[in-house]
Structure formats: C-alpha cells, structure tokens
C-alpha cells in the first residue's frame, strides 16, 4: 500500500531562519511521482513541485529547495531565510505510475509558522 | 478566473438531510478528482473521473454519495442523509490526462460542509 508520513505536525520558526519539512513515503511501484502542496490560510491547495521517482536530481527554486532520496524514501522540502508569507501548511503527496495512476495520497501535513 | 471553481463555498445542514455540491474544473483538463479533508488532516481520495467515464472509488465513497460528471464538464457530489461525520471540507481537483502530461492537479477552494 502507499502511504506517505510527515512526522513534523508543527514547526515554528523566526523570520530568515532556514527550515527543513520531512517527507517520507512508502510504495512498492518502480515509478510512481512526488509532489508538494501549499495550503495558506486561506484554505485552497498550492502546487509547488513535482518529481519523478527516475530523476533524483535535486531541485531549487528561488528560496524552495526539494532533497530527493530514492534509497531512504524520503522527499523533504528546504525553505531558505523564511518568510512570514511562508506560514501554511504543507503537504507531502505521492500518486502511482500512470496510466492507471492520478490519485494522490498525502501526508497528514507540517504546519510551518513563521514568525517576525 | 480561470481556476477550478466550487459551489457554494459553505454549507450547513441538518443531519439526514441530502446535499449536493458542483465543482467546474479548468476548461481544458479532462481529469476531475474528488478528496475530502477533515480538520488537521491531509485530503482523502474520494473518487475521479477522465472525461464523463468514473475511473475509480475510494471505500470511504459509501453508498450515501454519489458523484456524476454527466458531459464531462462539471461534476456534482451528493451526499445523502448526511451524518455528522460528513462534516469536512470537500475539495476539487483537475488535471490533464496523465499521458498528455497531466500529474500536476489544480484544486478548487473547496465547499466546507457542516452537519448540525
């Protein structure tokens, strides 16, 4: 069965300090696809990156970095010199190969607080 | 607005009455999902449709809801004799069709259901 795991319920932190959110994901297919979502307070989910399980690259994004670790599983989320705008939560999703694929599973979240 | 859109944005009800939202996904993507999210919780897979055709139903889709998608355009989710424990947050994604390229889903602000 798939299943992702975001052992971090709560995070808070002081403006500018880096933060790392831990995902860790459980799945038995050879490919399959990880993402992260972003869910400010005001309710609706961002996207913000995908990944193939093929391509361990890592990957930046301005102030967003992604550390992805096919041999542990894991697929954490780097926020360099945070920001107020960055408190949300955050979830970890995975979904399986298409073409059966689509649907994803998530984490049950990291709520990141950033504060000034 | 281009995004996915959801009606009505909150509910209320009285327990063992029927209710029935509508979400209108992103003009262009033939994918439409359903996931509910509960407090502190990640969102849980409900069900998807590609194109009019209902691919797939999660066990937590009890024989109370039902979900169409009759032109492939909109979709409706009714739930009946609504119990206290429907109360959550009911989110609409979309995406293309995974092998166009599709893994990304888009998600609508939700519909907040409250059962009285």
């Known amino acids: 069965a798939q299943k992702v795991t975001q052992a971090q319920t709560e995070i808070s932190v002081v403006e500018k300090e880096d933060v790392t959110l831990d995902c860790v994901y459980e799945?038995?297919?050879?490919?399959?696809?990880l993402f992260w979502y972003k869910q400010p307070p005001s309710g609706e989910l961002v996207f913000l990156i995908r990944r193939n399980s093929f391509d361990e690259q890592n990957e930046i994004s301005g102030r967003y970095s992604w550390n992805f670790q096919k041999s542990t599983s894991s697929f954490n989320f780097t926020i360099t010199a945070s920001q107020v705008v960055d408190s949300a939560v955050y979830f970890c999703a995975l979904s399986e190969a298409i073409p059966g694929g689509g649907k994803l599973i998530f984490g049950q979240g990291t709520e990141l607080s950033v504060k000034p | 607005d281009t995004g996915v859109s959801q009606d009505p944005r909150h509910k209320i009800t009285k327990r063992g009455q029927n209710v029935t939202f509508r979400c209108d996904p992103i003009s262009e993507h033939n994918r439409l999902y359903w996931y509910r999210q509960t407090l502190g919780q990640g969102p849980e897979f409900l069900t998807y449709?590609?194109?009019?055709?209902?691919?797939?139903k999660s066990r937590l889709l009890s024989d109370r809801f039902s979900a169409e998608r009759p032109k492939g355009s909109f979709s409706t989710l009714e739930i009946q004799r609504t119990e206290q424990g429907d109360s959550a947050m009911y989110l609409c994604?979309?995406?293309?069709?995974?092998?166009?390229?599709?893994?990304?889903?888009?998600f609508g602000p939700g519909t907040r259901l409250t059962v009285t």
């Open positions: 449709f590609q194109n009019e055709a209902q691919l797939e």
């Open positions: 994604a979309s995406s293309l069709e995974p092998l166009a390229g599709g893994l990304e889903q888009y």
């Open positions: 799945t038995r297919d050879t490919t399959y696809y």
